[in-house]
């Protein structure tokens, strides 16, 4: 059940169904009241952990008609793991906008997806008058206790940090957080197997200065809200 003050967005009309299989990088076929559909998936990672046969997903109504229902989240342990990065970037905004976040109060948002030199960056930030460019990660690979990042190669992840790192080694200020968007996280670390190159970025932008921080949340079932579970999650770079 949700405790109240970690609660940032309630879910309407959601649905329970059964994961089939995925039919390509944007789509599942699910079970849903007796009846095969096919469902959307906001995130273009592997998902190897979640989307398997069996499992239980919760659907909301894909306002796109290619599909009959977003796939938003997927059963882990007695919670479920937030697989739509839309509505992790929902959840983080909500936040961000309600200084639930620790360690970034003084921050607001000014722009979202920004140019930075040949890279668009998620959010522009306003913190105590100071312009800060954050990159916003999915980190939905679990190993063990661990929350990673990426669960695949990763070109493009690699481009962001790389230009938020030359950014800060320029003199500007940068940020990128990852979200562990499931429950029973102990800390984050990138994945060295899947991109170890992105690894030594993310070492050279600490280097650098670039502010590496890890957020913790999760879909609750029973009462239909995404939950913040840790504001400062330990980050292992």
């Excluded at 169904?17 to 009846?35: H, Y």
Aim: hydrophobic share 40%.
């Amino acid at each position: 059940m949700s405790n109240g003050a970690n609660d940032i967005l309630r879910l309407d009309d959601v649905e329970e169904c059964i994961i089939l299989e995925r039919l390509n990088r944007f789509v599942v076929k699910i079970l849903l009241n007796g009846a095969v559909l096919r469902a959307y998936i906001c995130n273009t990672g592997r998902l190897l952990d979640y989307i398997v046969e069996g499992k239980r997903g919760f659907c909301i109504r894909h306002e796109r008609r290619k599909s009959d229902r977003r796939l938003f989240a997927v059963e882990d342990g007695d919670s479920a793991a937030i697989i739509d990065t839309h509505l992790q970037m929902r959840a983080l905004e909500g936040l961000i906008a309600s200084k639930m976040i620790s360690w970034i109060r003084s921050c607001r948002i000014l722009k979202r997806n920004v140019r930075l030199k040949n890279s668009v960056i998620d959010y522009l930030l306003d913190c105590n008058g100071e312009d800060v460019y954050l990159e916003v990660k999915s980190a939905i690979l679990r190993r063990g206790g661990y929350a990673m990042y990426p669960d695949c190669p990763s070109q493009r992840g690699r481009r962001h940090i790389r230009e938020i790192t030359e950014h800060v080694k320029d003199g500007g200020r940068g940020m990128i957080i990852f979200i562990a968007a499931m429950p029973n996280i102990e800390a984050f670390k990138p994945n060295i197997s899947a991109d170890p190159e992105m690894a030594r970025l993310l070492k050279e932008g600490v280097s650098a200065g670039v502010i590496i921080r890890a957020i913790e949340m999760h879909y609750d079932p029973k009462s239909c809200l995404i939950c913040l579970l840790n504001d400062d999650l330990r980050v292992e770079i």
